[in-house]
């Protein structure tokens, strides 16, 4: 179990600290663009968000 949770970090920390970041914007937008119709101009700020954090 240890030396599972050491190789998640390991792996969480050498991803680009932006990236992980943007991660809740993306994540979120992906959930808000499933929904019709209005789905993806809903996700406009989400987008924007995730875009200005990582460019």
């Not at 599972?4 to 991803?15: D, K």
């Not at 991660?23 to 663009?33: D, E, N, Q, Y």
């Not at 789905?39 to 989400?46: F, K, M, R, Y």
């Amino acid at each position: 179990m240890f030396k599972i949770l050491v190789v998640s970090l390991t792996f969480a920390f050498s991803l680009s600290g932006c990236g992980l970041m943007a991660a809740p914007c993306r994540v979120a937008s992906a959930v808000i663009k499933v929904v019709p119709v209005v789905g993806h101009a809903a996700a406009v700020p989400t987008d924007t968000c995730a875009a200005v954090i990582d460019p």
